[in-house]
């Protein structure tokens, strides 16, 4: 279980990055062989991606439900995630060319994607209480006060908070 760092905390990314949103949605249950090895699929090629940071990955976050699963994936850049996606030396392309040749078109599985490029300082992230998490793990985690205080000065602008911040611990306690 991850360790819960007390206090307000945001994500602080210096450069342009991409937040890239992959999942798939099981829409005929029965159809076991068709849905068990594509939710395999994806295992193998976060390993790789942690295993290779040099490759632009940054981190990702996962999540599943009775219908599927969704992966938020941070990346360096655009092209970085591109090259993982079409790279014949990477585990991606032979998974979406087995996806393609024993689901294709069938409706068993759905897959979907979605890239967000973003570029530094517009982005707006606060963690409360929570292990470190999302692009705040994928980049640096520092505490959520001064510029960092609210959404809009996290933004680039000014406001004053609409709740008073609770009180910092006294040490911050790092992983």
């Not at 991409?18 to 798939?24: A, E, Q, R």
């Not at 062989?33 to 490759?55: D, F, G, N, Q, V």
């Not at 570029?119 to 640096?140: D, H, I, R, S, W």
Request: charged share 20%.
């Amino acid at each position: 279980m991850a360790t819960v760092i007390p206090g307000r905390f945001t994500a602080q990314a210096d450069q342009p990055f991409v937040v890239f949103l992959i999942g798939m949605r099981i829409n005929k249950f029965l159809a076991l062989r068709k849905w068990i090895p594509t939710a395999l699929a994806m295992r193998p090629m976060m390993s790789h991606l942690y295993e290779y940071p040099e490759s632009g990955f940054l981190g990702a976050e996962s999540y599943f439900n009775m219908r599927g699963a969704v992966l938020i994936q941070y990346w360096r850049s655009f092209e970085d995630l591109e090259r993982f996606a079409r790279s014949k030396e990477e585990p991606h392309l032979r998974a979406w060319q087995r996806f393609n040749k024993a689901i294709g078109t069938d409706g068993s599985v759905g897959i979907w994607h979605e890239t967000y490029m973003v570029e530094a300082g517009k982005y707006e992230a606060v963690y409360g209480n929570m292990p470190v998490f999302g692009l705040a793990a994928a980049t640096q985690h520092v505490p959520a006060v001064g510029r960092r205080e609210t959404a809009r000065r996290r933004l680039g602008g000014e406001s004053e908070p609409a709740v008073a911040t609770p009180a910092q611990p006294l040490a911050d306690v790092h992983p």
